[in-house]
């Protein structure tokens, strides 16, 4: 019914930039919050940004001046942007949104739904 696509990721030097997006699609009535979360090898999936229906916007403070969370409400889609990049930032990034949606006859949610995740390498 809804499915959630990640782009952007990729390999990048310390101190580079990369740019994130998800788009979310299907029969969406509507989406609350939107958020990427990382998983480092080894470590549970934590927080990295959020951002509401109504732009307020949460980072963890790791990435606090170096990250940007931004969303196209008419497109569905969140965008990730990573400047000044290091090592630590190294993990899958995974793409959330709460949502609900429509089944045809009724709605749904909200429910939690998550993208594929997509590798993002900090290293020289």
């Known amino acids: 019914q809804v499915q959630l696509a990640e782009s952007g990721g990729g390999l990048v030097q310390p101190g580079g930039s990369l740019r994130l997006s998800c788009a979310a699609s299907g029969r969406i009535f509507s989406i609350n919050t939107m958020g990427w979360y990382r998983q480092a090898p080894g470590k549970q999936r934590v927080l990295v940004a959020t951002?509401?229906?109504?732009?307020?916007?949460n980072y963890v403070d790791s990435v606090k001046g170096r990250f940007t969370i931004s969303r196209d409400n008419a497109k569905n889609t969140v965008y990730l942007q990573m400047n000044s990049l290091k090592p630590e930032d190294t993990a899958v990034y995974y793409c959330?949104?709460?949502?609900?949606?429509?089944?045809?006859?009724?709605?749904?949610?909200?429910?939690?739904?998550w993208g594929q995740g997509t590798q993002v390498s900090v290293s020289s």
């Open positions: 951002i509401s229906s109504g732009g307020i916007i």
């Open positions: 959330n949104a709460r949502l609900i949606y429509y089944t045809g006859t009724s709605y749904r949610g909200p429910s939690d739904y």
